[in-house]
């Protein structure tokens, strides 16, 4: 699905009695159909049946929704449903249902072992009722004018709220705005500074005085705009560790060293290091441990994953800690085919699986702030402020692409910095 073009697939349907509990035969009491409209010019077809289960025809992976007609032999209950993917378990409920493609992925997640999404409820997806979705609006701070923008007025959990200007993009006179630094990782520390920093580097090096050049950048409005604070050496560069006078950024090329600069820019020490960075101490940043995780009480904030279109290398965190640092909850088989979300209750002695996504997605976010998760995919966004207990799922998709680039702001704001735009978001 990554791939450019479409594939052509069946959908798999499975169904069920009303509370969802049983499967049921469709061959013995019920009968399905099914229609596409890109399909024998829309017209009702037989499903068929495997497995207990049925399926469509091949469709078009990015082809309109597939309606569904469910009804029972010899009887007048019918069910209607229009979606655009495959569901794993449909209980039989008479009436309308209409999901869009995040509640697709919704209706298949299994929860277990207690777990509770407290608005996965058919009832909610009948058409009449259509209009009661989920939705996590977004606060979206733009770094270039409306005239040069790209908005997409329809997006119901946008909120468009101005531009400032941002020194990371630049206007041209014949190729009008483009990107001339790209933003790399957020750095945030807020007890030792109010601003965001981020490492960017020149987005294009045809300029042969700033080839290859790397910037730090510095926000001082919570990522709604970017200054650049002074030029880095043209090398592979991490931010190390800052203080109120210093910042400290590792290098790997042509040594492993590790230099320190003043807030002016002025070059204050150079040391070349034996070891890889990650053993060196006061360490803050680096990413060594993909299976790590700073304390949630740590004041030291970065952003993991940072994707953009072109990074290949992505960082997750997969294990995550409450408050009581007795309960641990992971989110499995990253960093591709994010599978499920385990819990443990003894420091990490025995797992329980909590909730199985049954998604088949590339990529699954999950971040944390104390008690309180949020997960994030290119479709859909699920909330839990009690440590993975109970959660809430918006049915608007966070993503629009490869841009990943979150961090937390306070203990409710989350924000997602990409090339064009910032995206804050008040997790209750």
């Given at each position: 699905?990554?791939?450019?073009?479409?594939?052509?697939?069946?959908?798999?349907?499975?169904?069920?009695?009303?509370?969802?509990?049983?499967?049921?035969?469709?061959?013995?009491?019920?009968?399905?159909?099914?229609?596409?409209?890109?399909?024998?010019?829309?017209?009702?077809?037989?499903?068929?049946?495997?497995?207990?289960?049925?399926?469509?025809?091949?469709?078009?992976?990015?082809?309109?929704?597939?309606?569904?007609?469910?009804?029972?032999?010899?009887?007048?209950?019918?069910?209607?449903?229009?979606?655009?993917?495959?569901?794993?378990?449909?209980?039989?409920?008479?009436?309308?249902?209409?999901?869009?493609?995040?509640?697709?992925?919704?209706?298949?997640?299994?929860?277990?072992?207690?777990?509770?999404?407290?608005?996965?409820?058919?009832?909610?997806?009948?058409?009449?009722?259509?209009?009661?979705?989920?939705?996590?609006?977004?606060?979206?701070?733009?770094?270039?004018?409306?005239?040069?923008?790209?908005?997409?007025?329809?997006?119901?959990?946008?909120?468009?709220?101005?531009?400032?200007?941002?020194?990371?993009?630049?206007?041209?006179?014949?190729?009008?705005?483009?990107?001339?630094?790209?933003?790399?990782?957020?750095?945030?520390?807020?007890?030792?500074?109010?601003?965001?920093?981020?490492?960017?580097?020149?987005?294009?090096?045809?300029?042969?005085?700033?080839?290859?050049?790397?910037?730090?950048?510095?926000?001082?409005?919570?990522?709604?705009?970017?200054?650049?604070?002074?030029?880095?050496?043209?090398?592979?560069?991490?931010?190390?560790?800052?203080?109120?006078?210093?910042?400290?950024?590792?290098?790997?090329?042509?040594?492993?060293?590790?230099?320190?600069?003043?807030?002016?820019?002025?070059?204050?020490?150079?040391?070349?290091?034996?070891?890889?960075?990650?053993?060196?101490?006061?360490?803050?940043?680096?990413?060594?441990?993909?299976?790590?995780?700073?304390?949630?009480?740590?004041?030291?904030?970065?952003?993991?994953?940072?994707?953009?279109?072109?990074?290949?290398?992505?960082?997750?965190?997969?294990?995550?800690?409450?408050?009581?640092?007795?309960?641990?909850?992971?989110?499995?088989?990253?960093?591709?085919?994010p599978a499920s979300l385990s819990i443990s209750h003894d420091?990490?002695?025995?797992?329980?699986?909590?909730?199985?996504?049954?998604?088949?997605?590339?990529?699954?976010?999950?971040?944390?702030?104390?008690?309180?998760?949020?997960?994030?995919?290119?479709?859909?966004?699920?909330?839990?402020?009690?440590?993975?207990?109970?959660?809430?799922?918006?049915?608007?998709?966070?993503?629009?692409?490869?841009?990943?680039?979150?961090?937390?702001?306070?203990?409710?704001?989350?924000?997602?910095?990409?090339?064009?735009?910032?995206?804050?978001?008040?997790?209750?």
């Open positions: 699905m990554a791939q450019p073009g479409f594939t052509l697939r069946s959908l798999q349907f499975g169904l069920f009695t009303s509370d969802g509990k049983k499967s049921v035969a469709n061959n013995k009491h019920y009968e399905a159909e099914w229609r596409n409209s890109y399909f024998e010019q829309n017209k009702w077809q037989k499903v068929t049946v495997q497995d207990g289960g049925f399926s469509t025809g091949r469709l078009r992976s990015d082809g309109p929704p597939t309606e569904l007609k469910i009804y029972r032999r010899n009887g007048k209950d019918t069910m209607f449903i229009t979606c655009a993917r495959a569901l794993q378990k449909i209980p039989f409920i008479p009436g309308h249902f209409q999901l869009d493609n995040s509640q697709c992925y919704l209706v298949n997640m299994e929860m277990m072992n207690g777990m509770v999404i407290l608005n996965n409820d058919w009832e909610l997806f009948r058409t009449e009722r259509a209009a009661e979705k989920k939705l996590l609006m977004k606060k979206r701070f733009c770094y270039m004018s409306k005239s040069h923008s790209f908005f997409d007025e329809d997006e119901k959990d946008v909120q468009y709220v101005g531009f400032r200007k941002s020194d990371h993009l630049k206007e041209l006179k014949d190729e009008g705005l483009t990107e001339y630094i790209k933003l790399g990782k957020l750095y945030y520390a807020p007890m030792i500074s109010s601003s965001v920093y981020s490492i960017g580097f020149l987005a294009h090096d045809d300029e042969e005085d700033e080839k290859y050049s790397q910037f730090l950048m510095e926000s001082k409005d919570g990522c709604r705009s970017w200054q650049i604070k002074f030029r880095l050496p043209e090398n592979t560069i991490e931010l190390v560790q800052y203080d109120e006078s210093t910042f400290d950024v590792a290098i790997s090329f042509p040594t492993n060293s590790r230099l320190s600069y003043s807030h002016t820019g002025k070059l204050l020490s150079s040391t070349i290091m034996s070891s890889h960075p990650c053993s060196w101490p006061g360490n803050m940043f680096y990413g060594c441990d993909r299976q790590g995780k700073n304390n949630p009480a740590d004041p030291i904030g970065i952003s993991d994953p940072f994707m953009d279109g072109g990074s290949f290398n992505h960082l997750f965190h997969t294990l995550f800690t409450g408050t009581d640092n007795k309960e641990k909850l992971k989110l499995e088989s990253l960093p591709f085919g420091a990490g002695h025995q797992w329980d699986t909590i909730l199985q996504l049954h998604s088949n997605e590339t990529y699954a976010y999950l971040t944390q702030r104390k008690n309180k998760l949020v997960l994030l995919s290119y479709h859909y966004t699920m909330v839990s402020t009690d440590f993975g207990k109970t959660w809430i799922f918006y049915a608007n998709g966070t993503f629009t692409g490869g841009e990943w680039n979150f961090i937390w702001l306070d203990d409710r704001t989350l924000v997602n910095v990409t090339p064009y735009y910032a995206d804050v978001m008040l997790i209750e």
